[in-house]
């Protein structure tokens, strides 16, 4: 399931409520983010966008138990390059192609 990504199926519902997107930072579990946002510099940042289902860190290889500095560079590059075209890009790589580094 993990592999093909069927477990994210029912975050589905999820965006049409409009709690989440289809692209945009991946959410971490709460308990995390208190020791995130203390430790990790501008950790916050990512808060200002909707969760998505995939991100411009998830195409690049850094999903599950991978280096969550890394993760938030790229979440960071995200917010910071976002527009529409990047968004589409992220979502046909997030079914065609898998990256390393941001």
């Given amino acids: 399931m993990r592999k093909w990504n069927i477990d994210e199926v029912p975050q589905f519902w999820n965006v049409l409520k409009g709690e989440m997107s289809l692209v945009g930072p991946r959410p971490e579990r709460p308990e995390l983010i208190k020791d995130f946002k203390h430790n990790i510099p501008h950790y916050n940042a990512r808060h200002n966008a909707?969760?998505?289902?995939?991100?411009?860190?998830?195409i690049?290889?850094?999903r599950g138990d991978t280096d969550l500095t890394e993760r938030i560079k790229c979440d960071l590059w995200y917010l910071e390059?976002?527009?529409?075209?990047?968004d589409m890009q992220i979502m046909a790589m997030t079914f065609f192609k898998r990256q390393n580094a941001c």
Wanted: proline share 6%; hydrophobic share 45%.
């Fill in 60 to 62: 690049k290889g850094l």
């Fill in 50 to 58: 909707k969760p998505g289902i995939t991100g411009w860190a998830q």
């Fill in 81 to 86: 390059n976002w527009n529409m075209l990047l």
